[in-house]
């Protein structure tokens, strides 16, 4: 089991002589969809079988995520019952583990796989499922419908690669900025966003080390949601700005601060105890304001039209065994 290619091993069965979708496995958890829903199945640990049901948009919308962002920064709640967490090495899929009431009853289940084995079993599991008709990272008003059966596959859409600068966008040998030219037209809701460059005069010697760019444009030509993008990094500080419309698809638990500078519009949060579900607080952003998420919570976001977020990450990769060990807080500031 330790050679690559038996970890990235993908056991599925063969189409549904009806439905035209396969069935997938992975340890003790089984994936089925039908025309409208997506059905997980698992045994308890005293042998008692258990499943639960998830729209099937709202679950192809959340495992693109998981899929395109490396199962990001902790906990990725698909919704109040499954989900991820990433260790880095490895990954957890576990089914009502972060449920109180769930738990309490005993019909959770939790099994930790290698990255390699369930990134791959998830990626077939989201070419197979998503017709053409469908993109899963496209706001509703933007793409065809997940439901039904079988109709071909939407693989160009579901493989775009994230676009994460090294240093910072624009720069020589760096992420390009988004135009016409690359296929990134400005979106619908951000048409009055001007999109002009600012003038840059360094001295001679100093061009690739004073550098700007338009921000708002650049966001403004975003093709998905819910996705952020590094923009400038400098060591583990990443920039990460992203546009939003509806609601993010799935339920973020940090296992680091996170920080929301609301740039345009507004996102409502409802924010809740990262090992239960416990609510916590909600949260409404408008243009202007800055809030953090602690680590200790998870919280999912509702944007009522398109607007721009900007999220600010630490990534640094041993800041989640600081904050485990009690080295690193888990609140962002204190007074």
């Not at 600068?165 to 624009?170: I, L, M, S």
């Not at 030509?221 to 500080?237: A, D, E, G, L």
Request: aromatic fraction near 12%; proline fraction near 6%; charge should be negative.
């Amino acid at each position: 089991m330790n050679a690559p290619a038996e970890l990235a091993k993908v056991i599925a069965s063969q189409p549904d002589v009806s439905l035209g979708y396969k069935d997938f496995s992975l340890g003790s958890f089984g994936f089925r969809r039908d025309e409208y829903f997506a059905h997980i199945t698992w045994k308890t640990r005293d042998g008692r079988p258990m499943s639960h049901t998830l729209d099937v948009g709202n679950y192809l919308r959340a495992l693109m995520r998981d899929v395109a962002w490396g199962f990001f920064y902790g906990w990725v709640n698909f919704d109040d019952v499954v989900g991820t967490v990433n260790h880095y090495q490895s990954v957890d899929m576990y089914a009502g583990s972060y449920n109180g009431t769930m738990k309490e009853a005993g019909i959770d289940l939790l099994e930790n796989f290698p990255t390699a084995q369930i990134r791959a079993t998830f990626e077939a599991m989201l070419d197979d499922w998503t017709n053409e008709t469908f993109d899963p990272f496209s706001a509703p008003q933007e793409t065809g419908t997940p439901y039904g059966r079988k109709n071909g596959n939407n693989t160009a859409k579901i493989t775009r690669a994230r676009e994460l600068a090294t240093r910072c966008v624009g720069l020589k040998g760096d992420l390009n900025l988004r135009s016409d030219a690359t296929g990134a037209k400005v979106n619908r809701a951000f048409a009055d966003v001007p999109q002009a460059q600012p003038e840059l005069h360094p001295e001679p010697g100093f061009e690739n080390e004073v550098h700007a760019f338009n921000l708002f444009g650049f966001l403004s030509r975003s093709q998905v949601t819910w996705n952020p993008s590094f923009t400038s990094v400098v060591k583990h500080s990443y920039m990460c700005p992203t546009t939003e419309e509806h609601i993010l698809p799935i339920i973020h638990g940090n296992d680091r601060v996170e920080w929301f500078f609301q740039m345009t519009d507004e996102i409502h949060w409802d924010c809740g105890d990262k090992n239960t579900g416990k609510p916590m607080a909600r949260v409404i952003m408008k243009a202007g304001d800055m809030a953090a998420m602690p680590a200790y919570c998870r919280h999912q976001g509702f944007s009522p039209k398109r607007s721009m977020l900007l999220v600010w990450e630490n990534g640094s990769p041993t800041l989640v065994y600081e904050i485990q060990k009690g080295e690193s807080p888990e609140i962002p500031v204190q007074f």
